[in-house]
């Protein structure tokens, strides 16, 4: 079946731009994640959605951050104003609400110049 | 949640077996040992996990010391596709809520494995 898609898969944009980055889940995974991971290093989280409930926000970096999902659908992650600092490969994962696996997606490079 | 130590890189010899440590000292008795991995520019792949038996699927096998302070992720048959980053991570069970604060999984900077014709 499809898996993670993110789109797109790459992004160059100017620094004080904002961007949009999108992720289509696995249909029917409950929960969905997102996060960043700067060349060369770990995987840090951002956000994470699970059904209705409040999202927990509490890896977003600063306040230019934002995200947002529709149900148990499609989630966009806004950075507003980009900074030369923000770029990296942003990846976006998702599972089934008891499940411990995650299923990724390729992920988005985020270029500022 | 327990951090993890791993060596920061490995070679093997393609069709011999990769054994990957990890030390997770701190475990506590309601967390999971993980394992993912990162082939280059493409998101992490689950591998396996568990939590006291050592485990084993079409991947890999997972072995647990009985402390469970530490693990040995087994690739039984190395291949030059399995080159990547592998990451061990340890997160709380489903009842008690997930590693990170709400589910997120904590990577840290891994295992890079180089498997050489």
């Known amino acids: 079946g499809a898996g993670v898609s993110q789109s797109p898969s790459n992004k160059v944009t100017e620094k004080g731009k904002d961007v949009e980055l999108r992720c289509d889940p696995i249909?029917?995974?409950?929960?969905l994640y997102w996060y960043r991971q700067r060349l060369g290093q770990g995987l840090e989280f951002l956000i994470y959605f699970q059904g209705n409930s409040a999202p927990d926000k509490s890896g977003l970096p600063s306040d230019r951050f934002s995200a947002e999902r529709t149900g148990e659908s499609v989630s966009t992650l806004t950075i507003q104003r980009t900074q030369q600092e923000d770029s990296a490969v942003y990846l976006c994962?998702?599972?089934?609400?008891?499940?411990?696996?995650?299923?990724f997606g390729p992920g988005t490079r985020l270029t500022v110049l | 949640d327990a951090k993890t130590t791993q060596p920061p890189s490995m070679d093997c010899a393609e069709g011999r077996a990769a054994n990957l440590p990890c030390n997770h000292s701190t475990i506590s008795g309601n967390e999971y040992v993980y394992w993912y991995r990162q082939i280059h520019s493409q998101g992490p792949q689950y591998i396996i996990h568990?939590?006291?038996n050592n485990e084993t699927n079409e991947m890999a096998s997972l072995i647990i010391t009985e402390d469970r302070k530490s693990s040995t992720l087994i690739l039984p048959h190395a291949t030059l596709r399995d080159t990547a980053v592998y990451y061990c991570i340890v997160r709380g069970s489903l009842h008690r809520g997930y590693g990170g604060s709400q589910g997120n999984l904590i990577f840290g900077k891994g295992t890079k494995l180089s498997v050489k014709p």
């Open positions: 249909s029917g995974h409950t929960a």
């Open positions: 994962a998702s599972s089934l609400q008891r499940e411990v696996e995650q299923f």
């Open positions: 568990g939590l006291k």
